[in-house]
């Protein structure tokens, strides 16, 4: 079995859903412009480390209970809707600096949660994204070659991991440089309610599209 060439095929893939809006581009943007750099790349990583959740899930053969068992994928489904409903109605509560001058000066002046807090908060959102669980599922089931050696497999899960975490931080830093990041403290707000709509839109189509099947 040859290395590269499924690899170079997996990379591609996964670089093209990595990079398509979802749960998980909508946390790291709203940590960056609400919290700052260090609670979005916490974030990130915690987005990253859930990979290798899924990674785990489709290896030892917990996805395909979940895509045959429909209450399972239903719960996991309900769970994650939630979540992201919650959070998406945290965010549409976001309001305006009080002070602009000061807030542009000393940085958002919110309750910032701790690095530990926006990691778990990363590693939640995708960790129970059952979409990136059938990704994954489809991944090892259609893409990847039944013969690709477990050792090949689990580099695939790890790079996989690795390239996701990677991506977000190069957007968490990208957000938060010193001038973009003035201009969200500034106008961060009307984000971050964007986003909090695009968290709930995500909500209820997930709830939507799983249990209407």
Known sequence: MSFWPEFLLIAT???MAVASPGPDFAIVLRYAVRYGRQQALAASIGIGIAILLHVTWSLVGIAVLIQTTPWVFKALSFAAAVYLAYIGVQALQSKAPAHPEQTIAAGDSDTVPSAKKAFIAGFITNG????ATLFFLSLFAVIISPLTPLSYKIIYGVYMAVATAAWFCMLSVLLTHTKVRA?????????DRIMGLLLLALAMHLLVSSFSN
């Open 13 to 15: 893939v996964h670089l």
């Open 128 to 131: 129970l994204n059952p979409k």
């Open 183 to 191: 201009f969200l403290l500034l106008k961060g707000y009307w984000f």
